[in-house]
């Protein structure tokens, strides 16, 4: 990622683990894109599989094949619970924004395909304009 999106705080626990095999920017990305588990929105309980993964697995979704297969390796064969960790998931979100928008994206498309609302998403916008503008990141 470049250098002038915002930075990410250290990772919590088993996070931490993931990141040691997908690295950190992927194992934010795999907590926060993965469905809550139950009425808890803190849960998020992910089932590794052993050794094939289904190209149409979740996993593979958020992930890629590549690194779905590298989880499986590690992981093989456990549930995993997912910390959400807030202000990881916080620079995480401002970062995909951040990302897309590069991309040319629309906010409107933006809010479309990361599940946040439309005004979360250009509150980040504005953010973001606001980091850059006082030269700060």
Same mark, same amino acid.
């Given at each position: 990622? %470049?250098?002038?999106? %915002?930075?990410? %705080?250290?990772? %919590?626990?088993?996070?931490? $683990?993931?990141? $040691?095999?997908?690295?950190?920017?992927?194992?934010?990305?795999?907590?926060?894109?993965?469905?809550?588990?139950?009425?808890?929105?803190?849960?998020?309980?992910?089932?590794?599989?052993?050794?094939?993964?289904?190209?149409?697995?979740?996993?593979?979704?958020?992930?890629?094949?590549?690194?779905?297969?590298?989880?499986?390796? $590690? @992981?093989?064969?456990?549930?995993? $619970?997912?910390?959400?960790?807030?202000?990881?998931?916080?620079? @995480?979100?401002?970062?995909?924004?951040?990302?897309?928008?590069?991309?040319?994206?629309?906010?409107?498309?933006?809010?479309?395909?990361?599940?946040?609302?439309?005004?979360?998403?250009?509150?980040?916008?504005?953010?973001?304009?606001?980091?850059?503008?006082?030269?700060?990141?």
């Amino acid at each position: 990622m %470049p250098d002038d999106l %915002p930075p990410m %705080p250290p990772l %919590p626990g088993l996070l931490a $683990e993931v990141a $040691e095999v997908l690295g950190p920017w992927e194992a934010q990305r795999l907590a926060a894109l993965w469905p809550q588990c139950g009425r808890r929105s803190w849960r998020r309980m992910a089932y590794i599989p052993g050794t094939r993964v289904d190209p149409e697995s979740r996993l593979v979704q958020i992930l890629g094949p590549d690194k779905a297969a590298r989880m499986c390796e $590690e @992981f093989g064969n456990m549930i995993l $619970e997912l910390p959400v960790n807030a202000a990881g998931l916080t620079a @995480f979100r401002r970062r995909e924004v951040a990302r897309r928008l590069r991309a040319g994206h629309s906010p409107k498309r933006i809010a479309r395909d990361t599940g946040l609302r439309l005004d979360h998403v250009r509150g980040i916008v504005a953010w973001l304009k606001a980091q850059r503008a006082s030269g700060r990141k």
